[in-house]
C-alpha cells in the first residue's frame, strides 16, 4: 500500500508534462500559422520610423521602399 503515494505522484507529473507540451505546440502552431513578423515587414516599419523622425528624405525612402519589396 506504500507504493500507491508515489504513482500517484509520478501520474501527475506526467499529466502535467503532458498537458505542458500540448499547450506549448498550440502556441508555436498559432505564432507559425500567424506568420509573425518578417524581416521584409520589418524593415519597413523602421524606414517608415526614420522617415517620421525626419531623418530620411522624401526620395531616400520611396527609394528604400522599392528596394526591400523586391
Known amino acids: 500500500m506504500a507504493w500507491a ?6 501520474g501527475m507529473v506526467h499529466m502535467l508534462l503532458f498537458w505542458g507540451l500540448v499547450i506549448l505546440e498550440f502556441a508555436v502552431l498559432l505564432k507559425w500559422l500567424g ?6 515587414s520589418r524593415a519597413i516599419d523602421i524606414l517608415n520610423a526614420r522617415y517620421a523622425k525626419g531623418e ?3 526620395e ?6 522599392r528596394e526591400f519589396a523586391e
Open 35 to 40: 506568420g509573425g513578423s518578417t524581416d521584409e
Open 5 to 10: 503515494g508515489g504513482w500517484i505522484g509520478l
Open 56 to 58: 530620411l528624405t522624401r
Open 60 to 65: 531616400q525612402f520611396e527609394q528604400l521602399k
